[in-house]
């Protein structure tokens, strides 16, 4: 499967150098990343980016974690 998913920039070209993420197949100059999900662990990881693109793009939540 593929993840594409918004995150800061700041924190997309972190995942992009630590080679976690790939730039987005289409909007590569955004904060839009893809995840392709090839197995298990791909599927946990896929989780934890969507719980913190959804924890960091909501500043109410954030003040609580």
Do not use: C
């Not at 630590?18 to 989780?47: C, L, M, P």
Request: hydrophobic share 35%.
């Amino acid at each position: 499967g593929l993840l594409d998913i918004l995150l800061k920039r700041e924190i997309k070209m972190q995942l992009i150098k630590e080679g976690r993420v790939q730039d987005h197949h289409t909007f590569s100059k955004s904060g839009w990343i893809s995840f392709y999900i090839k197995n298990e662990n791909d599927k946990k990881y896929a989780i934890e980016l969507l719980e913190y693109s959804y924890i960091f793009g909501n500043p109410s939540l954030r003040e609580k974690n």
